[in-house]
Structures are given as structure tokens and as C-alpha cells.
């Protein structure tokens, strides 16, 4: 058990629609991370938080944002959906060098 | 750049055989940690082991093991005795920097029958 949780488990939207994405990590894991896992491969970073500021950032355009909040909850914002974001979105929690637990993740679909 | 290969795709075995997941990685860091985590089909990552690059002794915790080797760049894992429920989705990973953030391989995916 991580005490990781993620909200929405499913969500389906239309192409060009906006998405919030939800994750609710333990108490004291000051860093969160969110991963985009397509079907058929590793999840692959989108960007960090510690301590409520943006710490690093993969890949991703700028219509993909993020918030942590100081009750240890985040959220992930994706604008302007494509279909090539249909994908499971993982969130990630740690007390900053420790051992990162994984929620269960949000399945997204883009129609 | 930070980089981890899983060739094996798919690995089939019938319960009780051994099954070694092969992970080979690229990093521009001279101390790192290698992550294997296990994806059920319920898509959590369960996290099985971190291991720091200083340590190159193998691990065994059950029926599980891990053969690291520095020299080859190398984080082997090698289920003994499978069993029906270690069929799942395994990756191996490293970090982009420090601890985390994390860059994963594509993932080996395990299907043990009964």
C-alpha cells in the first residue's frame, strides 16, 4: 500500500477539451511526479513538484501543467486534448530521496 | 543520456520455471540507483527493489534476485519458481537525476500458465 491515490480511474474526452487530473499522496511526501504510460510502453515523464514548485519537466508542451498543494494533493492539467494523449497517467510520491510509491493511475481516452 | 533497454518483449513460462528479465541501462552519472517495479493489470507500479550503484553484491529476497554488474552496465532480475501470479507487466528504471525523476524501459511483459 503506497497511500497513493488517483481520481478520476477513468475519463473520457473529447479532442479539444481540457482534463484535471487528481492525486492524493501520503502525508509528508514533499515531491510528486506524473508519468504518462502509453499502451504498450514505460511510462515516461512529464514533470516534477517539491515543496508546491515545479522541479523539472520531461518532454511535454506547455499545454500540459501541473499543481502540488500544501495538503500533499496535485493535480495534473492537460489542454487542448489530442487523441495521442489517450494514455494511463501515474502519479508518484516521496519524501524527497526515498523510495517513490505509485498510485493506480487514470486511464484517459481522447475521442 | 540517461537510457534503459528491456529487449524481451514478451516472456511466456509454465508455472514453476525459473525466468530471468534482462535490463540494460546507459547513464552519464558515476553513482546512480536502478528501480525494478512490477505493473499488474490493475496499472499501479509495485515497487520491488532500489539498488544503489556503490552495492554490486546480488540480492535475493524469496524468489526473487538480482544480478547487478557495473562492468556490463546490467540489473538482471530472475524469478525462481514462477508462479500464476507473477504474470504481470516488469520495468526496470534509473533515475534522470538523482533519486527521481525516473526514465523507464518499455517494460517486459511475464506470463506465467498454470
Known amino acids: 500500500e503506497t497511500g497513493v491515490t488517483q481520481s478520476p480511474t477513468h475519463l473520457i474526452k473529447t479532442r479539444g477539451q481540457q482534463v484535471t487530473l487528481r492525486c492524493s499522496s501520503q502525508s509528508g511526501h514533499n515531491t510528486v511526479s506524473w508519468y504518462q504510460q502509453a499502451l504498450g510502453q514505460g511510462p515516461q515523464f512529464i514533470f516534477q513538484y517539491y515543496r508546491e514548485e515545479e522541479n523539472g519537466r520531461g518532454n511535454f508542451p506547455p499545454r500540459f501543467s501541473g499543481l502540488q498543494f500544501p495538503n500533499y494533493s496535485s493535480e495534473l492539467n492537460v489542454n487542448a486534448l489530442e487523441l495521442d494523449d489517450s494514455a494511463l497517467y501515474l502519479c508518484a510520491s516521496e519524501d524527497r530521496g526515498q523510495t517513490p510509491g505509485f498510485g493506480s493511475g487514470t486511464r484517459l481516452t481522447v475521442v | 543520456a540517461q537510457k534503459v533497454t528491456q529487449a524481451q518483449t514478451e516472456i511466456s513460462v509454465v508455472e514453476k520455471e525459473d525466468v530471468t528479465l534482462d535490463c540494460v541501462y546507459e547513464t552519464r552519472d558515476t553513482t546512480y540507483y536502478l528501480f525494478w517495479y512490477k505493473q499488474p493489470p490493475s496499472g499501479e507500479l509495485v515497487f520491488l527493489i532500489r539498488r544503489n550503484s556503490f552495492d554490486e553484491q546480488n540480492e535475493i529476497s524469496g524468489r526473487y534476485s538480482w544480478n547487478f554488474q557495473k562492468s556490463t552496465s546490467s540489473f538482471n532480475f530472475t524469478i525462481t519458481a514462477s508462479q500464476v501470479v507473477d504474470s504481470a507487466v516488469y520495468f526496470c528504471?534509473?533515475?534522470?537525476?538523482?533519486?527521481?525523476?525516473?526514465?523507464f524501459g518499455k517494460g517486459t511483459r511475464l506470463s506465467v500458465i498454470a
Open positions: 528504471a534509473l533515475p534522470i537525476s538523482g533519486n527521481t525523476p525516473l526514465v
